[in-house]
């Protein structure tokens, strides 16, 4: 399976994803997207079109930690949920942008759930 078949089977996956799911104010969309080296991640209130909170593997508190991708994933997602708790959001919808539930993608969430957000 080659590098573009890979991007267009989970572009597919992801459209499949978001016919069903859909993010509001009141319970915005938390969309994750993972590249080679970076995770980032993202509250989204569909309805409006605007992201509301946003972390990443790039901040420099997070970029300083020189520990494994897996740890820098859930301290990306504990950023998040501390973001979204200071704007009053306690509850979202899991976005996975077409990954599997597995590794960094699990680690986000699990990181966001362990600072109080539900999912």
Known sequence: MGVLEKRLRRLRIRKRIRKKIRGTAERPRLSVFRSNRYIY??????DAGRTLAQASSREPEIASLATSRIERSRAVGRLL???AKSIGITKVVFDRGGYKYH???RALAEGAREN????
């Open 103 to 105: 590794g960094n993608v």
């Open 116 to 119: 109080g957000l539900q999912f």
């Open 81 to 83: 949920a501390e973001r």
């Open 41 to 46: 991640a993202q509250l989204i209130d569909d």
